[in-house]
């Protein structure tokens, strides 16, 4: 008798944890859909240009086209508060070479990007006779911007020492197809200082979702005189200046 009651003894003990083993369902999988994320730099919560702390401008290509200058220097000068821009005609280098400058800090304390990547500084020293160099602003072609960011604060915390004045990122066209020209032509005077500047822009295909998008701009400038007085109302009245003041007040 005792020989039975062992094996059975035995056989309710191994199915015992299976008897008390919970059972687990499969739960249905959902599609989880996500939207896609472009983070340029961010160390806060998320902000817009409208609660934003510091000031930030953002100029896209219509806002440039509106802009009766091609010079992208010029253009910023007109849109950018804080920019500041010097023409030194006479200045060796410095009469070609006109870097940026925010806020009246020097030009090498202003960051500046191109489609969100550091550009470098300009060969050339002592442009303006500040002792710093920045990047040539003039050899990005107007028309080749798709928009502009401009960010009139420091933000060396975030892009370091270079971004004390602010920040500037040109983002460039990305587009596929189309063909745009911008002519641009004027002189000081007649005879005198004639100037014309001829752009373009071409976007190809390249692949299934490929482009190459091509920018070029040619400037062509003549001489200017300044010896010569500019034909003005008063000098134009009495060429001699026997008496321009009694012409001038009428």
Known sequence: MAKRVLPTAIALALLAPATYTPMVFAQDDSDAQLEQIIVTGSRGRPRTVADSPVPI??????????????????????LVPSFNLGRQPISDGGSFIRPAELRGLPTDKTLVLVNSKRRHRSALVQIGGSGTQGPDI????????????????????????????????????????????????????????????????????????????????????????????????????????DNPYNIRSG
């Open 138 to 241: 003039a050899t990005i072609p107007s028309i080749a911007l798709k928009n502009i960011e401009v960010l009139r604060d420091g933000a060396s915390a975030q892009y370091g020492s270079d971004a004390i004045a602010g920040v500037i990122n040109f983002i460039l066209k990305d587009a596929s197809e189309g063909f745009s020209v911008s002519v641009d032509s004027g002189e000081f005077s007649e005879g005198d200082g004639a100037q014309t500047t001829v752009q373009a822009n071409l976007g190809l295909p390249l692949g299934n979702s490929g482009f190459i998008n091509l920018s070029a701009e040619i400037n062509e400038a003549d001489a200017t005189s300044r010896s010569e007085q500019y034909c003005e109302s008063w000098f134009c009245a009495d060429p001699n200046g």
């Open 57 to 78: 401008d953002v100029f896209s290509e219509a806002d440039l086209r509106a802009i009766s200058y091609t010079d992208t220097n010029d253009i910023l000068k007109t």
